[in-house]
Each structure stands twice: as C-alpha cells, then as structure tokens.
C-alpha cells in the first residue's frame, strides 16, 4: 500500500525522522514513491496503523492512503469524481470535505463544486469545508470530524505525477498541548523541549523499544514522558538539579496516570538509583561524570537537551560558547564509557544568534572518539535538504535568539 505523510514545519527535520523510523536506508520492503518540500509518499509491503503511528511521530502533520496518480489534472479529477473510495451507502447524515493541495497549483474550488454536486444527485446531503489557509491544518480536519464523518481529499505534485489521496489521522494537537502546558511540574529553566521535538529525537536515535534509553540532563522529563508514551520499557532519566528530578517524577507519574499507561507491563531499567514507576529510574547525578552511577556499556541510546545557556536578557556569546564546550566536551567523555558500541546520541547544541540575527554562533566540543552522522544518504530524495555546515539539522524560529542544532553522534 501507499501513504503519504504531510510535513512539519520543518521538512527536513520531518523526513530525517521518517526515515529513521521506518528504517528506509535498510528496509527494502519499503520504497520511496515520491519525495517534496512539502509531502512523502511511501509504499509498503503490508498495511499500516496509521493512528498508531501518527501518535509516536513528531514531525508529521497528517497521514493518508494513495487514491490514485495520473500524469494530468482532468484524469485525476475523473478519477476523484467516481467517489469508488466512498462507501455512500452508508453516508445518512450530513456529509462534509475538504480539499488539500500540496506540491503546486490546482483547481480546489472546481473539483470541490463538481463533488458537492456528484454527492447531491445520489440525495446525500453535502458541505464543503475551507479555512482562510491554503490547506486545511490538522485542527480544521479535527474540528470538521473530516476522518470519521467525511472526507479530506489530498492532492499532491511530484516530478511530474499528481496523485491523491485520503487523510487517515491528523496530528493530536490537543493530547501534545496538554502534555506541553498540561503536566503538573512546567519550569523553562528546567528545559522547555517541545514533545513534537522530543519524539523526533527519540526516533532519530533508531532506539527499538526493547534499548535502554538515557537523558543525563532530563529537566523536567520531557524526553521520557514521550519516550515512555512511545512504548520505550527502560528509561533512565538523570540531572545534576534536585529540583528536576522532582519535576521529572512528578510529570512521569502524570504520565501515567493522565493516559492510562499499563505498569504492569513495563519493564524495570536496570541501572540503581532511585526508583519511579516501574519503567524508568531517575538518578541525581552530575552528566560530568555519570559513569559514576551507570554501568560500561549499558546504555543503548543517550537523547538530551543539555543546558542551552541563558534563554533571556543580554550574556556574552563567548563567555557563554566556553562554558557549554567544556560542559559538553566533559559529557561525551562519560558517555564513551556508560554508551554500548552500536549505541547512538541524540542531543541538542545551542546556536547563538547576533543582535541583528545575521550571524550565527555554533558550537565546537571535542568528540573524542564520536563521529557527526548524516543521516540523508539516500540517493534517490528528490527533496530540498537544508543542512548545516557539518550536515546537521536546526530548529528554529525567526524571532528566537537561540536555535536548537540536532546533532546524531555514532
């Protein structure tokens, strides 16, 4: 089967994690149908759980089933106006859509005249929904009940083929909002990850469920949280600050009660040190020298947002650029130790930018016997891939003083 996934924000970002995810540099069951700026389109051996799926990935907006392709717009409107994808029989009530198009120009508001009118000569009551964007957003869609009583339909262009399709799940902005300002413990000093962000990390690591995950500067538990939301059963959460590991205590049993997580079957991490929950321990620990408290080659992937910096007011670069190498350059020190060979690190550099946003100031730690990874070696990505000097990745907004650099280390 073919699905497509609509990107973030962040399109490179999204399909480095997609990638990640469904092991496409490995698994030749999996093929790369079509690839844009703004769209991936996939085709899979077997069928998938898309509202599984949709809930571990961070970076992808909505996720559907390919309908058709043609090498014209009057071939795919013919095709769309069949409706063979819709069981009418069963459409008693009044039946709404809407009308998506990624990749370039198409006639929406033709197609959508020509439905409403299809869908009324076969007495079925119809309303066209639209929104002041181009493209109807995930909260639209939700709001519409566009996947369980209607219909959104997917048009996209790629080198030449226009293909549609039906959106299966959107992004569950509501359930990541609530975990984002929801949880109980919120302390932007203690680290404001996104939990969109955190789960691209975590599926960036290529961590399987059964690995024991790290975060040596876990704040307020974010990467856990979503970590053990994800299905992860051995979690180590560490952090130089008492404050943070009651924060992470605090927010991890929310977790687990606010979704009704199943201890029984989560699995104790192996490492000593105070106990949660049965499926993570949290350790108060300077990541300086953390192999202190964790064993050699334990540890199956580390993921963290260590400290940034100062997030407000003026500081000086340099002063502040010193500190963190030395900081980070001390922790991938320990991490050589407690990381198993095969092992892997996600984490987060800090990128400074001028008064004036016109420059900006990287990071320079020492890797001791760590490589940068990229991990677009895929060839065959007709895709604009914007990447840093050293093939990383960057988070950012425009009115930030602070980017994120997603480094992966091997």
């Avoid at 009308?99 to 309303?127: D, H, P, Q, T």
């Avoid at 569950?172 to 413990?185: N, V, W």
């Avoid at 605090?250 to 201890?263: P, S």
């Avoid at 895709?383 to 050293?390: C, D, G, M, P, W």
Wanted: one cysteine or more; glycine letters at 6%; hydrophobic letters at 40%.
């Amino acid at each position: 089967m073919q699905y497509f996934f609509i990107l973030g924000n962040n399109p490179t970002l999204s399909c480095a994690e997609l990638m990640s995810f469904f092991s496409l540099a490995k698994n030749q069951d999996t093929k790369i149908i079509a690839t844009h700026d703004n769209f991936l389109i996939l085709e899979f051996a077997n069928k998938l759980n898309i509202k599984e799926i949709i809930q571990k990935i961070g970076g992808t907006i909505k996720i559907g089933e390919v309908l058709g392709e043609a090498s014209n717009i009057e071939i795919i409107q013919k095709q769309i106006l069949k409706l063979d994808f819709l069981d009418l029989a069963q459409i008693d009530y009044k039946f709404k859509f809407g009308i998506s198009v990624y990749g370039g120009k198409f006639n929406s508001k033709r197609l959508a005249m020509e439905f409403k009118r299809e869908l009324r000569e076969r007495e079925i009551s119809v309303r066209w929904v639209i929104s002041r964007e181009p493209n109807l957003s995930s909260v639209v869609v939700t709001q519409n009940k566009l996947i369980d009583l209607g219909i959104e339909i997917v048009v996209m262009r790629a080198g030449g083929k226009i293909i549609f399709g039906r959106t299966l799940a959107v992004q569950d902005f509501k359930a990541l909002s609530r975990r984002d300002y929801g949880r109980p413990a919120r302390d932007d000093k203690s680290g404001m990850l996104p939990p969109k962000l955190a789960q691209i990390m975590i599926n960036l690591s290529g961590a399987s469920h059964k690995d024991t995950l790290l975060d040596p500067f876990c704040g307020s538990g974010t990467i856990l949280s979503e970590a053990m939301l994800m299905g992860y059963e051995k979690l180590i959460g560490s952090d130089l600050s008492r404050k943070a590991i009651n924060d992470t205590r605090q927010n991890l049993d929310w977790i687990c009660e606010e979704f009704k997580l199943n201890k029984k079957n989560l699995i104790k991490a192996p490492e000593p040190g105070p106990k949660g929950p049965p499926n993570y321990q949290l350790i108060n620990h300077d990541a300086q020298k953390i192999s202190e408290t964790i064993k050699a080659n334990s540890i199956d992937a580390i993921i963290t947002e260590p400290y940034l910096g100062p997030q407000r007011g003026y500081h000086e670069f340099r002063k502040t650029i010193s500190e963190l190498e030395i900081l980070y350059t001390n922790f991938l020190k320990e991490a050589q130790r407690i990381l198993k060979p095969s092992g892997h690190i996600v984490m987060i550099w800090p990128i400074f930018l001028d008064k004036k946003r016109k420059s900006k100031k990287f990071l320079h730690p020492k890797l001791g016997d760590f490589k940068i990874k990229n991990i677009f070696t895929l060839k065959n990505l007709d895709f604009k891939i914007n990447l840093s000097f050293r093939k990383t990745m960057i988070y950012g907004r425009a009115n930030q003083k602070v980017w994120r650099e997603i480094v992966i280390l091997e």
